[in-house]
């Protein structure tokens, strides 16, 4: 599951400035296999991988990869363990990386979030795909729907970050957070399998 408008770029571990960072140049043919090669591989441990947006700084905790923390979009998904039940992408339009995302930590899976390789996006606000059809009322919809799915790993809150769209600035008044809870998802697993 790849977005349209995003590019691959190798990444790197600055040791000294506890940052990882992302080379400016696209990855090459040679190291888009290594990455494919690397994800096909770790998704036989974890079944779902995302690679994460160069957009949130993380440092040497995030290296190569870590577990359970949100990214969204370009997912390695193996489809071998991870089925549309287990996934719901058609739970809840619009939303769909995070219900999948959700929905595969509460299905007892960890979930990836690969570093050694990380995407660009363009500027949000270009025309096409949500660009296009994002309005505070889908937003807000979205959160508060979300919030009542996972209210375990979703908290809801009065303070929206604008988004840029194909239309403008949309200001939604309900943000979230999204911050899976192992420590609960384990022991209602625990609890589940008691009984």
Not at 54 to 78: M, V
Request: glycine share 4%; aromatic share 10%; proline share 5%.
């Amino acid at each position: 599951m790849v977005d349209d408008d995003c590019s691959l770029h190798c990444a790197y571990l600055n040791e000294e400035k506890d940052i990882i960072k992302v080379y400016k140049e696209r990855a090459n043919e040679q190291e888009f296999y290594e990455c494919m090669d690397y994800c096909s591989d770790l998704i036989d441990t974890y079944p779902y991988a995302v690679l994460r947006p160069q957009i949130f700084p993380k440092g040497k905790k995030a290296w190569p990869y870590n577990l359970n923390s949100w990214a969204f979009t370009n997912s390695f998904l193996n489809l071998k363990t991870l089925d549309a039940d287990t996934l719901r992408y058609d739970l809840l339009p619009y939303s769909e990386d995070i219900v999948a995302f959700l929905s595969t930590i509460d299905a007892g899976y960890d979930v990836a979030n690969v570093s050694k390789w990380m995407v660009k996006t363009m500027k949000p606000g270009h025309s096409g795909g949500m660009s296009d059809i994002r309005d505070a009322e889908l937003i807000e919809h979205a959160s508060a729907e979300l919030g009542r799915l996972f209210p375990m790993h979703i908290k809801l809150n009065n303070k929206a970050l604008p988004i840029k769209t194909a239309n403008g600035m949309v200001q939604s008044k309900i943000g979230i957070r999204v911050q899976p809870n192992i420590k609960y998802r384990d022991k209602m697993i625990t609890q589940n399998t008691l009984f």
